[in-house]
């Protein structure tokens, strides 16, 4: 499992293309997945997703035909993270698989998806290792933490120091590509890094003696994965995503299921090309949302119990580091109705 380019960064590059560059020509193409179904309808939905276990997830589905049974024409696109977001912002995806601060950013360039509903968020696959003898986030004042500036991990570095009442200036921040952070890491000067599995674990075997102090687990909501949808397309096809969304439910079940777990893992593993016993660590530390989960997150709130509150935070965050100037109209972003609508 890889969180190609998890969120923040990419993000300012996808923004910037957007307003200066004419897209069309440079999304790569995306491999199909044999998930097309045979309905009445002749112009499938199509839908990019790539690999974060809450993404991946939905090959269950593609794989035991659950699309098709209930009576939808699908076609699941995969991609790169960051090409699946250029896919939909160039208009060649009807919706895609993406954190809720990415959607934010692709926003700000003009590409307006709707969330109608989060996949999970994550619980225990970002985190901060410290070497030995640094055991709390309070430890980490005066030391070097590296991690790449804008991305995910920058935002959970950057809200467990706020909440430990550390400003980020008491820290020095080293800017460091994420593949390159174990090795980073193993440098004497590098006291820390904040880093998304598996690269994560790479770095843990590189220094000895290193631990996790702080897990996106420690901060649930701080970073939801989303299905966000194009504007124009939802309006004239809802009855369609309600059907998205119910079977979305039926996975998440199959998934949690002690009697289906093992399948479900095993589906998913496969997709990605890695050993089950390895992926089981990765789908733990991603905490699916079924519908009546769902129900709950979008309720408006200001906690990271809500997406509204998650979102608010992350907008915030973007604005403050530099990602888009002026802070985007979140509850625009956010359609709760759907969810909301079902029994």
């Known amino acids: 499992m890889i969180r190609t380019v998890s969120s923040l960064s990419f993000s300012v590059m996808l923004a910037m293309a957007l307003i200066g560059c ?18 009445s309808s002749t ?33 699941f696109k995969w991609f790169d993270y960051s090409s699946s977001l250029s896919a939909f912002a160039a208009n060649q995806l009807d919706a895609v698989l993406v954190t809720n601060g990415d959607n934010l ?14 996949t999970d968020y994550s619980a225990g696959n970002d985190v901060i290792i410290a070497k030995s003898g640094i055991n709390t986030i309070q430890d980490l004042k005066g030391k070097s933490v590296a991690t790449e500036k804008g991305l995910v991990d920058h935002l959970l570095l950057s809200t467990a120091l706020n ?34 599995q598996p ?48 079977v979305w439910d039926k996975t998440v079940k199959y998934i949690n299921d002690p009697a289906t777990h093992a399948d479900a893992v095993k589906i998913m593993a496969n997709r990605v090309g890695v050993d089950p016993a390895q992926y089981e660590q990765f789908v733990g530390g991603t ?13 408006k709130g200001h906690g990271l119990d809500s997406i509204y ?3 608010y935070h992350v907008n915030k965050f973007n604005v403050t580091n530099g990602v888009y100037k002026t802070e985007m109209d979140a509850d625009g972003l956010i359609y709760p109705d759907l969810i909301q609508s079902l029994k």
């Open 287 to 299: 905490h699916l949302l079924d519908v009546e989960a769902n129900k709950k997150v979008f309720t």
């Open 199 to 246: 690269v994560a674990n790479q770095a843990l075997k590189s220094v000895a003696g290193s631990k996790i102090i702080y897990t996106s687990k420690d901060k649930p909501g701080l970073i939801y994965d989303t299905l966000s949808v194009n504007m124009s397309h939802l309006s004239t096809h809802k009855e369609e995503w309600k059907k998205v969304i119910q």
């Open 163 to 196: 909440d430990a009442k550390i400003p980020l200036t008491d820290i020095k921040l080293v800017n460091s590509v994420t593949n390159e952070l174990p090795q980073v890491f193993a440098s004497p000067d590098i006291s820390a890094i904040a880093v998304w």
């Open 309 to 311: 509150g998650s979102t």
């Open 22 to 39: 004419d897209n069309t020509a440079k999304v790569p193409q995306a491999q199909a997945e044999n998930d097309k179904t045979t309905t």
């Open 105 to 118: 950013v692709t926003a700000s360039g003009g590409t307006k998806g709707i969330m109608i509903m989060a």
């Open 43 to 75: 112009q499938p939905i199509t839908i990019g997703y790539s690999d974060w276990p809450g993404f991946v997830a939905w090959q269950v589905a593609i794989e035991k035909g659950w699309l098709k049974e209930a009576d939808l024409n699908v076609e």
